[in-house]
């Protein structure tokens, strides 16, 4: 990898599968630090930021469904990917972990070799959206890549970092229609093998974060969904 070394923390409880993906990715350049409890982890990303976070769902004490709540509602640590990985590989399981704010989920048993890509793929994402100044304004809405930031109204809105680029690739488009898959590649990535109502989760929850604006986020049945100005007393479908 080129620059500084990307710090990843690992949350699991399994000792030996941390240690072997610890391993990996020290091989591969990565910093990598390893906790077995989500109670504890909180309190290190407060006191030490990584770039990423790979985190079991099935912890002890503290579930790593919590730890990802409660980062996710901190300004100081939303912006933080998390990726889920978890013996838990029903589709289910996959909707309620990307409705948890998971940039990504992937089920064990799992291949080291596609965990890294995906791990690399969503530090790529990260990066791209922090090079990319641009602020994309629309009726009350305004979202700052480069602050990684969105307001309604000039209020601040948190969404998670899945959420934001879900925004961003509508905005962007400018009016037109973006389908499932083409909001899978966007903001997920090519080649993610995830279920197209993952994008719903994420839709239903970005809608509700913007309150009153959520109108402009529009799904147009049968295609998928668009940002546009809403008519008149109208509501998103």
């Not at 838990?88 to 948890?100: H, I, N, R, S, Y």
């Not at 629309?138 to 307001?151: F, K, N």
């Not at 402009?216 to 008519?231: A, D, M, N, S």
Request: charged fraction near 25%.
């Amino acid at each position: 990898m080129s620059g500084s070394r990307k710090s990843v923390l690992v949350v699991e409880d399994e000792a030996d599968l941390a240690e072997v993906v610890c391993y990996h990715l020290e091989k591969e350049g990565y910093s990598c630090r390893k906790f077995n409890d989500g109670g504890a982890v909180l309190s290190e990303v407060r006191r030490s930021t990584p770039d990423l976070i790979l985190l079991d769902r099935m912890l002890p004490r503290t579930p790593g469904d919590e730890v990802a709540v409660r980062l996710k509602r901190d300004p100081r640590t939303a912006h933080i990917p998390i990726i889920m990985l978890t013996a838990k590989a029903e589709e289910t399981d996959q909707l309620v972990g990307f409705a948890l704010g998971a940039d990504d989920y992937i089920s064990k048993p799992f291949s080291m070799k596609l965990l890294l890509a995906r791990i690399a793929a969503v530090l790529r994402r990260r990066e791209a959206a922090e090079r990319d100044g641009e602020t994309l304004s629309s009726g009350p809405i305004v979202l700052d890549r480069s602050r990684h930031e969105v307001t309604v109204e000039g209020t601040a809105v948190q969404l998670t970092a899945t959420e934001f680029r879900v925004l961003a690739a509508l905005m962007q488009a400018r009016g037109r229609v973006l389908d499932r898959n083409q909001l899978i590649d966007s903001v997920l990535g090519s080649g993610v093998a995830v279920t197209n109502r993952t994008i719903d989760v994420h839709i239903a929850a970005l809608r509700r974060k913007l309150g009153q604006a959520a109108g402009w986020v529009q799904t147009v049945r049968g295609v998928g969904y668009t940002f546009r100005e809403p008519v008149e007393n109208g509501s998103p479908t």
